[in-house]
């Protein structure tokens, strides 16, 4: 087979005839198949099945002999900290367990540092004329979302394969109106890549024009290996204190995608002062999270083993589902030169690129054929992919049956529109 941008006019319109029946065919069949959010399957939920029963009627005393269905603890309960420590890369007494949403701790910081201001800062950051916050594109869209919700302006930059481009976050990060950053720094969402070493120190070092400038480190992938090759994330806490920035960091994760995505526990961890000021503002607002939420999360994971053992079982679910996409892009798309894909290590998305403009029409054509897919532009803060090629494609919610038709459907689509903008007139 031969690329798209050589094939002839004649050959051309041929493919695309072949490719308009086949879209035509597949309409037919009235599929409904649906590829747009990060969702764990049922049978991944249905893992931690045995957390239900748990703690278990009389089972509600902590190790400190403390009763967890009562009010208190705003920081969370020791235990479920020291089983996250590792995780978290802080020391228990840095770390804050709250209830299940790791989105809603990144609200609360956001909320928190525009009412109050934060560690470093001069004032609140509502007080500031304007505010901004960079966004490594592509990115998680409910990251930007809230940001524009709260009127913090988004700066896109670009991701390298290895983290954001550092000479333009250094460049941007000098203005005193920057006040932070987004990052996905393992497994990102949707790029899937990871932050080399080199980045991290040079978001630990880099001098910033604002004092109380915020890494906001959601980590959310962090446990979340789709192989064995297990890239190792830098300690952003550690490097930013050697850097001496130890407040600049926040570093957020969940066990959304561990236990139950409804259900879960979220982190944060920080510096001891931006841990002191985050519950000195967090304990105006509950007299204590669910900590029989956390002790049920201690019982059924147990230590570090119980994590690893936990996430292999995921693994084997979703693993399977990202392979079966890599095949089918690679057998559709792959002679034609018209996409490239991403082939994950970890993390709950794939994110494909297909030809320049085309991004919007393959979700359309993806629609008319029953795949849903998430809308182009998501990927970019304001909707606004300057090139229409970014797709986040996400795999782990379907069944693999439904996983590999729907990549089918994709594939076509994606050929069949850069097949549209290659005929000529
Ligand atoms: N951060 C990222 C990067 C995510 O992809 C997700 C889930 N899609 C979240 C946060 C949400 O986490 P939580 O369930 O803890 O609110």
Redesign the pocket.
């Given at each position: 087979m031969t690329a798209l941008a050589e094939m002839s006019a004649d050959a051309l319109r041929a493919l695309h005839a072949d490719l308009v029946r086949e879209h035509e065919a597949l309409k037919s069949r009235g599929l409904a198949l649906d590829m747009t959010?990060?969702k764990p399957s049922p049978e991944q939920l249905d893992l931690a099945a045995g957390m239900l029963a748990l703690p278990g009627n009389g089972d509600h005393f902590t190790e400190a002999g403390e009763d967890a269905r009562n009010y208190g603890g705003n920081q969370g309960l020791p235990e479920v900290r020291a089983l996250f420590a590792p995780v978290l890369g802080a020391p228990p007494q840095q770390i804050v367990a709250g209830n299940?949403?790791?989105?809603?701790l990144?609200h609360d910081v956001l909320v928190y540092a525009l009412l109050h201001g934060v560690p470093g800062g001069e004032r609140p950051w509502v007080k500031e004329e304007a505010i901004s916050l960079i966004s490594p594109v592509p990115g998680?869209d409910?990251?930007f979302a809230l940001s524009q919700s709260l009127g913090i302006k988004l700066i896109p930059v670009a991701l390298t394969g290895e983290g954001p481009d550092m000479d333009e976050v250094e460049r941007l990060a000098a203005d005193p109106s920057v006040k932070g950053i987004w990052c996905?720094p393992q497994y990102?969402?949707p790029s899937g890549e990871t932050y080399s070493d080199a980045v991290v120190a040079r978001l630990a070092q880099m001098w910033t024009g604002a004092s109380d400038f915020r890494i906001l480190w959601?980590n959310?992938?962090v446990l979340h290996h789709l192989t064995d090759a297990r890239p190792q994330l830098r300690n952003v806490l550690d490097a930013c204190a050697e850097a001496g920035h130890g407040d600049r960091p926040v570093v957020?994760?969940?066990t959304?995608?561990v236990t139950l995505?409804g259900a879960?526990l979220?982190f944060l961890a920080a510096s001891p002062a931006n841990v002191g000021w985050y519950l000195g503002c967090a304990g105006k607002r509950s007299i204590g999270p669910d900590k029989l939420n956390q002790l049920r999360h201690v019982r059924f994971l147990r230590d570090t083993a119980g994590i690893g053992a936990h996430m292999e079982k995921h693994r084997a679910l979703i693993a399977p589902k990202f392979a079966a996409v890599d095949e089918v892009l690679g057998r559709r798309l792959g002679p034609y030169g018209v996409a490239r894909w991403s082939k994950p290590l970890g993390g709950?998305f794939i994110v494909l690129d297909g030809a320049a403009g085309t991004a919007a029409r393959i979700v359309a054509l993806a629609k008319a054929a029953g795949l849903a897919l998430t809308p182009a532009g998501s990927t970019h803060p304001y909707g606004h992919d300057p090139d229409d090629r970014t797709l986040r494609i996400a795999p782990t919610y379907p069944s693999l049956a439904e996983v590999e038709q729907a990549a089918e459907v994709i594939a076509l689509c994606t050929l069949l529109a850069a097949c549209e903008k290659h005929l000529p007139a």
């Open positions: 959010r990060g299940n949403s790791s989105l809603a990144m998680y409910r990251h996905v990102a969402n959601d959310a992938y957020f994760a969940s959304s995608k995505a879960g979220a709950y």
